[in-house]
């Protein structure tokens, strides 16, 4: 049973470029959130996508989007980057409807922007 | 800004000895979660308790919840050294997002 995938793990860009991280939820899920980790913190709410849209976001610009395909897989895009956008970013899955159900982590993407 | 607060941020133990964590939140949640990060890897689901429970275990584990005092906290038994890492509180308190805490830094000396 395969479980949250990542990629690519590691990637340095410059100021100003383009970056797009992938995920893969767990098999049987169909949710998918992405966070943002800076270092010595915890994890932070990007957004979430649901039936290929976003249900809900955290307190990003809008150089942060993202998307859902119909196999569940997502993309993170974070656009015209900033030396602050340096973190781990994190995809997490779990299956709607299910209460207090466990979300489940990929090992994350590290970027670092120079 | 983020819900949960833990408390120690930091927290250095020998191998054997408990290892107490808190977390404190600010509004009504429907569930809290506890989580485990080794240095820079993915977030490991530890444990669940609902809004209606107020003691829960799994194995070395222990949490409780205080949702008068919205805290929680952690407990981890006989510690060993494979249990550093950094732990996190994570509530739901309602919508679609998970809110996480800064996380307490947990350090077990062989």
């Known amino acids: 049973d395969a479980g949250v995938t990542q990629s690519p793990t590691h990637l340095i860009k410059t100021r100003g470029q383009q970056v797009t991280l992938r995920c893969s939820p767990k098999s049987g899920h169909d949710t998918v959130s992405w966070y943002q980790q800076a270092l010595g913190q915890g994890p932070q709410f990007i957004f979430q996508?649901?039936?290929?849209?976003?249900?809900q976001r955290g307190n990003f610009p809008d150089r942060f989007s993202g998307h859902q395909f119909p196999n569940y897989s997502s993309e993170l895009n974070v656009n015209a980057l900033l030396l602050g956008d340096s973190a781990l970013y994190l995809c997490?899955?779990?299956?709607?409807?299910?209460?207090?159900?466990?979300?489940?982590f990929g090992e994350g993407s590290w970027l670092t922007v120079v | 800004s983020q819900q949960g607060e833990e408390d120690p941020q930091a927290l250095s133990i020998q191998e054997g000895e408990n290892a107490t964590m808190n977390c404190s939140y600010k509004t009504s949640i429907n569930n809290l979660q506890w989580y485990r990060q080794n240095s820079g890897r993915g977030l490991v689901h530890l444990i669940l308790i609902r809004s209606n429970e107020r003691e829960k275990h799994s194995g070395r584990l222990r949490v409780t919840l205080d949702t008068s005092k919205k805290s929680s906290s952690l407990l981890i038994t006989a510690s060993r050294a494979a249990d550093t890492a950094s732990y996190f509180c994570?509530?739901?308190?309602?919508?679609?997002?998970?809110?996480f805490g800064a996380g307490t830094r947990l350090f077990v000396k062989a």
């Open positions: 996508y649901y039936e290929e849209e976003e249900r």
């Open positions: 997490a899955s779990s299956l709607v409807g299910v209460v207090g159900n466990t979300i489940y």
């Open positions: 994570a509530t739901d308190p309602g919508g679609f997002k998970t809110i």
